[in-house]
């Protein structure tokens, strides 16, 4: 051990403990660590503890947070658009024009302060869901293991790991038994790397074995972490952060950033357009450079990032309300989009009420020497207990008498068996229980009630695997138990091949979870194919999907995968429902395989073994009890373990879809429109048809009248079948609907000019007015493909739609106006408004079904995520 470093580093964690200068931390040991962070074994106070995150800071990589209100503020009013109108607002005021630099300032803050407020609180609202699905960490406070927020704990905390867990900071083992890290993240080594208390002269991160760090798992095994380094000092914790984060934005996120960009180019064109016609017409005055920019300002999609937050989080909250808490928001058009589910069998499908009921020898008679062993193996194996070593202590006997354990060899799913070596007396012996494929070719003997050992001849293994598959056949769960003398040397005797016997074979049952048959009805009826994807035997999920009468056809061994191409295995994939006997490994390539196959794949398991095949899916998904690993991959986190929740959750997320999808067709529809009838206008009118205050309290309202869309009811052909972004329909739909829209603009121009010789001013009332009802009524047609009079929107949505009409009305048609230029209409041209509104909504709600495709053609491929 390297000599004590000087006693100004009691704060070494926040130093971040000299890496370069002097030895790692792990060098100096465990118990030069716990003297120079003034602490101990059992872990500090709480009062330690607190004084420590103050004065160290929360306990997370990049102190990302929210970004304070009056930051988005300041940046909304330095967005270039807005900046341009708070200058011209200024430079109408300093002309003297104080009426225009008033309001122009009133609609700007407004707009801005209406984003502002409902995205501050959807931010919020999903943050709270986060947080309520964190991880925890178990840290020793004044002696007593507790579960804290991650972002809690402290240099000098105790933390406790066990396998599954996250490590929540960098840290120096003071214990260990059988830990083994996933350091993937760090290393690239995908190999769990096995990790002991004790000195450790290796300079090299990748070779420090008794240090384990920040962004890295437990994945077999216990640890007693000493934290030396929390938050932004770790020495991964940025890195592994942004590894572990799925960055690559998803099919949507792209689809709706690409659709953003469209229209700000052909934003871009118009403005220029516009502002070169007037240039030459009548040489630029300030009045046009203020249109062009309140066009802009009104036509840039500035709104559709807000407004997608806001829908989802909307969706977010109610899917919450259902047990369903989505973590990464864009994961809820990424679950309206999935078509195939695949999920692990205990808990899901099975009650996860796992009970020891028998046990077997290879001569078919009860194996009280089976069950004896397999307790004791659970007893003393560390590392992951499954519910299989909960099942077989739960009535063991309390106390193992003067055996001991000197060492094990925990579970890991490659092996799929666990080993312990145990001592009494002077005789000692290993025991290992596991999946029987991987106990049987051990064992060249079997034990006899006697205790006479036979052989483990071919006879004897058919009859075995016989009476197994007939057990599995009606559902049981197996254990196989085996056991070898062992001479003094070590636990590693066991790779010499140590002479196993095989003693016999536990018999677990797990009930069926009788919820689920419903449940998988409703995932298929809308359109999601369930798959089992299971580290058990086949015989075993055979029998429950009997039971469950689950519509399922098709089985695939680990085994079989093994020999099979990607290209083989992507077409097995298809016609496959049963996937049994899969590693950890396997059970991600499936994913893949079905990925390559043009679906959005959700996966869903709760352990370790799942975490790959979590991460891999296009909605990793997995259940509040799960392992933090589980948790930490997935991307939505079911509260109650049971596929119902799920096929609620896929229903909002559908619906949530759509509701988007609505505010997409609003924009396009009318944005396309709104920029080819202001290029020709602005063509062939003498002057401009709306006053630059006019359009940007049109662009107001109309933000205004859709803040109810959220809130909104989906058809039920919308929530049937998989949703997925679709920019070919995007498309199409402006293609059609944009059109039509500017086809009613430019009649409206020829009635106001020449049927009704409108001078300017009535002109821009009257446009006004036809453009933010026609604007705002469309929302009631082209919220659903039928008729709109079948289908009733929500009342929020009416109301708010409704309401700004009306304020929209109440404002051109009155006094009030006068601020803004508005004048009173004679009521010949009121009627011939309200005919062609009338008229235009006749023929959106004619055209619509057209340019709404049927969600049924949807893509499959099109939800796929890029990772
Ligand atoms: N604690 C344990 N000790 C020994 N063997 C175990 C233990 N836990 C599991 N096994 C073996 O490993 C196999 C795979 O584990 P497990 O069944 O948990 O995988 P899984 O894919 O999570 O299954 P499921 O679909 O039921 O959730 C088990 O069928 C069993 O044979
Ligand atoms: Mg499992």
């Not at 100004?8 to 130093?15: C, D, P, S």
């Not at 373990?641 to 609505?662: C, H, S």
């Amino acid at each position: 051990m390297t000599a004590l470093p000087s006693t100004a580093h009691l704060r070494a964690g926040a130093a971040p403990t000299g890496a370069h200068s002097e030895a790692p931390f792990w060098v100096r040991g465990a118990a030069a660590q716990l003297e120079m962070l003034a602490s101990r074994p059992e872990g500090l106070t709480a009062a330690e503890a607190a004084e420590r995150l103050a004065s160290h800071g929360p306990n997370v990589a990049v102190a990302a947070g929210r970004k304070s209100l009056l930051a988005k503020l300041l940046k909304r009013l330095t967005e270039p658009l807005v900046a341009i109108l708070l200058i011209a607002a200024g430079v109408s005021g300093a002309t003297g024009d104080w009426q225009s630099f008033v309001i122009i300032l009133l609609i700007v803050l407004f707009s801005i302060g209406l984003d502002l407020f409902q995205e501050e609180k959807a931010e919020a609202a999903v943050e709270a869901l986060k947080r309520s699905v964190a991880v925890s960490a178990r840290v020793r406070r004044g002696g007593q293991a507790i579960a804290i927020p991650v972002r809690e704990v402290v240099p000098g905390d105790v933390v406790e790991l066990t396998a599954g867990d996250l490590v929540p900071a960098d840290g120096i083992l003071l214990s260990s038994r059988g830990a083994l890290a996933n350091e993937v993240a760090l290393t690239g080594e995908a190999y769990g790397a096995e990790k002991a208390a004790g000195d450790c002269a290796a300079l090299d991160i990748a070779e420090a074995t008794n240090a384990l760090f920040a962004g890295t798992s437990i994945v077999g095994g216990v640890a007693v972490m000493l934290v030396t380094a929390t938050g932004a000092d770790t020495r991964f914790g940025h890195v592994a952060a942004s590894v572990q984060a799925k960055v690559a934005p998803g099919a949507f996120e792209r689809g709706i950033h690409g659709l953003g960009m469209l229209i700000l180019r052909l934003t871009g064109f118009l403005v220029l357009f516009v502002l070169l016609t007037q240039l030459l017409k009548q040489g630029l005055t300030l009045e046009a450079f203020l249109f062009a920019v309140a066009l802009a300002v009104g036509l840039t999609p500035e709104l559709l990032p807000m407004v997608t937050t806001v829908t989802l989080s909307r969706g977010a909250v109610r899917m919450a309300a259902r047990q369903v808490v989505v973590k990464r928001l864009a994961a809820i058009h990424d679950l309206g989009a999935m078509d195939v589910l695949c999920t692990d069998k205990t808990g899901t499908l099975t009650q996860a009420r796992i009970a020891l009921v028998g046990s077997f020898d290879a001569e078919g008679l009860e194996s009280p020497r089976a069950v004896e062993a397999g307790r004791l193996n659970s007893r003393f194996v560390s590392g992951l207990h499954s519910n299989l070593d909960d099942a077989l202590l739960a009535d063991a006997p309390a106390d193992a008498g003067s055996l001991r354990c000197l060492a094990d060899r925990p579970f890991d799913f490659d092996t799929r068996r666990a080993t312990v070596l145990l001592s009494e007396g002077l005789s000692r012996r290993l025991v290992t229980k596991g999946a029987a494929e991987m106990v049987l070719p051990l064992c060249h003997a079997y034990a006899r009630q006697d205790g006479t050992l036979a052989p483990l001849d071919a006879d004897a293994r058919a009859r075995l695997s016989e009476r197994m598959e007939a057990k599995g056949r009606e559902g049981f769960r197996l254990l196989a138990v085996a056991s070898a003398p062992a001479d003094d040397a070590l636990a590693d005797v066991e790779e010499a091949g140590a002479p196993y016997v095989f003693l016999g074979c536990l018999v677990f049952l797990d009930p069926p979870k009788d919820s689920a048959t419903e449940a998988i009805a409703r995932l298929s009826a809308a359109g999601v194919r369930v798959k089992i994807v299971s580290g058990d035997a086949g015989a075993v999920v055979r029998h429950l999907v009997e039971t469950l009468h689950l519509p399922a056809s098709g089985l695939l061994t680990g085994a079989e995968m093994e020999d099979m191409s990607d290209l083989a295995l992507a077409a097995a994939v298809e016609k496959t429902d049963l996937f049994v006997r899969v590693s950890p490994e396997q059970k991600s390539r499936i994913v893949r395989a079905l990925r390559a196959r043009g679906h959005t794949v959700g996966f869903m398991g709760d352990g370790i073994n799942d975490a790959p095949a979590i991460h891999a899916a296009d909605v990793g998904l997995s259940v509040d009890g799960g392992t933090d690993v589980a948790r930490e991959a997935a991307d939505i986190i079911l509260l109650a373990p049971d596929l119902g929740v799920l096929a609620d959750g896929v229903r909002e997320g559908r619906r949530t879809y759509a509701n988007i999808m609505k505010y997409v067709r609003m924009g396009t529809s009318s944005n396309f429109g709104n920029m080819l009838s202001m290029a020709a206008a602005s063509l062939v009118l003498p002057f401009l048809p709306l006053a630059p205050l006019q359009i940007l309290l049109n662009n107001l309202l109309y933000d205004l009248s859709e803040i109810g869309i959220p809130f909104d009811q989906a058809d039920e052909a919308d929530l049937m079948r998989p949703q997925a972004w679709d920019m070919g329909a995007v498309l199409r739909f402006t293609l059609i609907m944009g059109p039509l829209s500017s086809v009613f603009d430019l009649v409206t121009f020829a009635v106001l000019s020449l049927g009704f010789s409108a001078p300017p001013d009535e002109f821009r009332t009257a446009w006004f007015v036809e453009s933010i009802a026609t604007q705002i009524l469309v929302i009631f047609l082209i919220r659903t493909r039928g008729p709109a009079w079948a289908s009733r929107p929500d009342r929020v949505l009416a109301a708010t739609s409704l309401g700004a009409l009306a304020v929209a009305l109440l404002i051109a048609l009155t006094p009030v106006g006068s601020v803004v230029g508005f004048v009173p209409l004679p009521a010949s041209l009121l009627g011939a408004i309200a005919m062609l509104t009338a008229l235009y909504l006749a023929c959106a709600e004619g055209l619509k079904r057209f340019a709404i495709k049927p969600s049924a053609q949807g893509p499959r491929s099109a939800g796929r995520r890029v990772t």
